[in-house]
């Protein structure tokens, strides 16, 4: 074993938005306030966006409502910003559909849930991303672990067995667990670039090898993230941990019910009116409101 680890490529750049999807008064998709959305959190410091994902409510939207959003996204940012369209799904057809139209849309990449509510075996699962692979060899895929949705994880040994896979390259670790970026990491090499799927958790996995993070926070204080992430990378420990302590309670309060609805409830305060979840999730209540609100104004003192 050598004596130094090898850090990982950065395909999709170190801050990624997991965007919300915005929508109108009458609970339509609001394209073009994605648009705008999108080119802010740009200039905010993202490197790139996730549309669709878990924080873009991708279970209520319909896949033309999702096609179109990734079009209109893309427009928004131009073809300089890294753009994951979120296309996962328990039906390992539907998924494959999804990859390819979104590599024909022009996605730098898929972001790649593993399936939920069917809970298949570590099998049922190396054979499911094997397929997704194979239908869009040239779009770069992101796995996504995130067992607390799902009720089904996927093993570091697994995802070792689908490292021939060429356009598999990243990895967002959701699930809570530190150790499992280096499990990642010692059975699948440097290849596999894994992020963060957790903001409060993001500096210590960029401590054990990860390359960045899928943020909700970052609609928020992306330049702080961005900061932290910068601060780390050049040896200012003492200054990225000082970001660390400060962001977390707006990490904890944008955990204290389902996302996303606090960070659609933050927007709100903070001017952007992306309107309210759909059903069956509803709108953040009164009390963690006001809690929440009380966060980000501490944050704008500081």
């Known amino acids: 074993m050598s004596s130094f680890a090898e850090l990982s490529p950065i395909p999709f750049g170190r801050l990624l938005t997991a965007m919300v999807t915005p929508f109108d008064d009458c609970g339509c998709v609001d394209f ?5 959305l999108a080119r802010y959190l740009v200039d905010e410091g993202s490197d790139g966006l996730v549309v669709c994902g878990t924080t873009g409510e991708s279970p209520t939207l319909s896949w033309q409502e999702q ?7 893309r427009q928004a940012v131009g073809p300089g910003v890294k753009i994951l369209a979120g296309t996962g799904s328990n039906s390992t057809a539907e998924a494959v559909q999804a990859t390819c139209e979104a590599a024909a849309a022009g996605a730098d ?17 190396e054979e499911h991303f094997r397929v997704i692979s194979s239908s869009a060899p040239d779009l770069p895929l992101m796995l996504y672990n995130i067992p607390g949705r799902t009720g089904c994880s996927i093993e570091p040994k697994t995802v070792a067995s689908l490292m021939d896979c060429k356009n598999l390259v990243s990895f967002k670790a959701a699930s809570g667990t530190i150790d499992e970026v280096t499990q990642l990491r010692l059975e699948c090499g440097s290849r596999l670039a894994v992020y963060s799927g957790d903001d409060s958790l993001l500096l210590p996995m960029l401590s054990v090898g990860a390359v960045g993070v899928v943020s909700v926070a ?4 992306g330049k702080r993230i961005k900061a932290m992430i910068d601060a780390y990378l050049s040896g200012e420990t003492a200054l990225a ?8 309670p707006l990490f904890q309060a944008l955990f204290a019910t389902t996302n996303p609805i606090p960070v659609k409830a933050a927007l709100e305060l903070n001017g952007w009116r ?10 953040l ?18």
């Open 109 to 125: 990449g898929a972001l790649v849930v593993v399936p939920y509510y069917n809970k298949p075996p570590q099998e049922g699962l």
């Open 274 to 283: 992306v309107g309210p979840p759909r059903s069956p999730l509803i709108p």
């Open 285 to 302: 209540n009164h009390a963690m409101r006001e809690s929440l609100e009380n966060v980000l104004n501490a944050l704008r003192q500081t």
């Open 218 to 221: 970052s609609h928020l204080v």
């Open 32 to 36: 073009a306030l994605a648009g705008r």
């Open 241 to 248: 941990l000082g970001y660390h302590e400060q962001l977390q």
């Open 67 to 73: 096609h179109q959003l990734l079009d209109a996204v």
